[in-house]
């Protein structure tokens, strides 16, 4: 039922998409390129599962996802070895979406603010509004045309310095696997852990929620040396460890007793899962540190598994190996920038609320009393 209503609105998006900007090329994941072809009158073309990792960002200008924030993930992860990701415009569809931030019913405002007139790309311009140096898809900005159309092939027209749309950039984590040797292993990753091909393996990779050490199916904790900076922390004893970013600090971290941080303070947080010590909480560190988890020669298991943003590294990390953790860079050049997700963000949103207090509040019921009806 719920893949047959992103489907019916994914088509309706597409409809609207062919019918308004007709030089659009659209791009689809197999299952779905197959039913649309049905009955759209433009070709629709699939790609995704077969070009390399890193040339799918440069035949992408924007991303649309239908779903929750498992969708959101899946879409970053189509970028995960590269360093440019394509704006991400979601809509909400699932049933939670936290980082969702559109409802379906505004898609046509939502492209058309996001393709007409551009947003801001400055990271923490979604809570300031400061003067800034008028650039093309900057605040106050004189929108640019696109190169194979004009305003006046497009319905609607072009909302200027009136447009409330902006980019939030969010923190990614650079993750590289090593041997016991110190030689880099390559990442293979699957969906789960039974029916899903792994993909074709790829050196570092990039993650948008967290990377997480799990002690699995053994039933021993597991054994983990934690260092920072080539300095050793503490050896933690726990089922597990997770490093995440801002945005994955309310996903499993959050389940797991960390803090929930704002996506723009740039920071990496380190939180242990059901450690043995009640001394040993989550630590949140500068995104630029680099954390390296070591699986310790004293561990019971040969073993442990490895997952990134929910994938599963296939082999696991044997004992003596490590997975070195940064935060990713941010880089801007005359392309735009480099580093990170862009994701497209509602604006014009009463009280100057971003939208982040709204989730905790509506979605995630932070602070919520017992006992009282609100």
């Given at each position: 039922?719920?893949f047959?209503?992103?489907e019916?609105?994914l088509s309706?998006?597409?409809?609207?998409?062919t019918?308004?900007?007709?030089?659009?090329?659209?791009?689809?994941e197999?299952?779905l390129?197959?039913?649309?072809?049905?009955?759209?009158?433009?070709p629709v073309?699939?790609?995704?599962a077969?070009?390399s990792?890193?040339?799918?960002?440069?035949?992408t200008d924007?991303?649309t996802?239908?779903?929750?924030?498992?969708?959101?993930?899946?879409a970053s992860?189509?970028?995960?070895?590269?360093?440019?990701?394509?704006?991400?415009?979601?809509?909400t569809m699932g049933?939670?979406g936290?980082?969702?931030e559109?409802k379906?019913?505004?898609?046509k405002r939502a492209f058309?603010?996001v393709y007409?007139?551009?947003?801001?790309?400055e990271?923490?311009?979604i809570l300031?509004?400061?003067?800034q140096?008028?650039?093309?898809?900057e605040e106050?900005a004189?929108?640019?045309?696109h190169?194979d159309?004009d305003?006046?092939?497009?319905?609607?027209?072009s909302?200027?310095?009136q447009?409330s749309?902006r980019?939030l950039?969010?923190n990614?984590?650079?993750v590289?696997?090593?041997?016991p040797?110190?030689?880099r292993?390559?990442?293979?990753l699957?969906?789960n852990?039974?029916s899903?091909p792994?993909?074709?393996p790829?050196?570092d990779i990039?993650a948008?929620n967290?990377?997480l050490?799990h002690?699995?199916?053994d039933?021993h904790l597991?054994i983990i040396?934690v260092l920072v900076?080539k300095r050793?922390l503490?050896?933690?004893?726990?089922?597990?460890?997770?490093i995440?970013?801002?945005?994955?600090?309310?996903?499993?971290?959050l389940?797991a007793?960390?803090?929930?941080?704002?996506?723009?303070?740039?920071?990496l947080?380190l939180?242990?899962?059901?450690?043995?010590?009640?001394s040993?909480r989550?630590l949140?560190l500068?995104?630029?540190v680099?954390?390296v988890?070591?699986?310790s020669?004293?561990?019971?298991?040969?073993?442990?598994?490895?997952?990134v943003?929910?994938?599963?590294?296939?082999?696991?990390l044997?004992?003596?190996g490590?997975?070195?953790?940064?935060?990713e860079?941010?880089?801007?050049?005359e392309e735009?920038?480099?580093?990170g997700v862009?994701?497209?963000m509602?604006?014009?949103?009463?009280?100057?609320?971003?939208?982040?207090?709204?989730g905790?509040n509506?979605?995630?019921?932070?602070?919520?009393?017992?006992?009282?009806?609100?």
């Amino acid at each position: 039922m719920v893949f047959a209503t992103t489907e019916r609105a994914l088509s309706q998006e597409r409809l609207h998409i062919t019918s308004t900007y007709p030089s659009i090329s659209l791009i689809c994941e197999e299952p779905l390129a197959k039913s649309l072809h049905d009955y759209l009158p433009v070709p629709v073309f699939t790609d995704l599962a077969t070009s390399s990792a890193s040339a799918i960002h440069t035949k992408t200008d924007l991303v649309t996802t239908f779903g929750g924030d498992g969708t959101i993930l899946h879409a970053s992860s189509l970028f995960s070895a590269t360093h440019s990701v394509s704006p991400i415009l979601s809509f909400t569809m699932g049933t939670l979406g936290f980082l969702g931030e559109w409802k379906f019913t505004d898609y046509k405002r939502a492209f058309r603010e996001v393709y007409m007139s551009g947003a801001p790309c400055e990271r923490d311009a979604i809570l300031e509004d400061r003067p800034q140096i008028p650039k093309p898809f900057e605040e106050n900005a004189t929108p640019l045309p696109h190169p194979d159309t004009d305003w006046s092939a497009i319905r609607g027209k072009s909302l200027g310095p009136q447009r409330s749309a902006r980019i939030l950039l969010r923190n990614r984590l650079k993750v590289g696997i090593f041997s016991p040797t110190g030689e880099r292993v390559p990442l293979t990753l699957s969906q789960n852990h039974h029916s899903s091909p792994p993909n074709p393996p790829i050196p570092d990779i990039h993650a948008l929620n967290e990377v997480l050490i799990h002690r699995g199916a053994d039933p021993h904790l597991t054994i983990i040396d934690v260092l920072v900076n080539k300095r050793f922390l503490t050896e933690a004893v726990a089922d597990g460890m997770i490093i995440s970013t801002p945005t994955g600090s309310t996903a499993y971290s959050l389940s797991a007793g960390g803090s929930i941080i704002h996506p723009l303070v740039s920071s990496l947080l380190l939180t242990p899962i059901c450690p043995r010590s009640l001394s040993f909480r989550p630590l949140i560190l500068p995104a630029n540190v680099e954390i390296v988890l070591r699986l310790s020669e004293k561990n019971r298991g040969r073993s442990v598994e490895v997952s990134v943003d929910g994938m599963r590294r296939h082999g696991g990390l044997e004992v003596g190996g490590e997975v070195q953790v940064t935060g990713e860079e941010f880089d801007r050049n005359e392309e735009g920038w480099r580093g990170g997700v862009p994701c497209i963000m509602r604006g014009g949103q009463s009280g100057g609320d971003d939208g982040w207090v709204g989730g905790l509040n509506g979605l995630l019921k932070f602070n919520y009393p017992f006992g009282e009806e609100r």
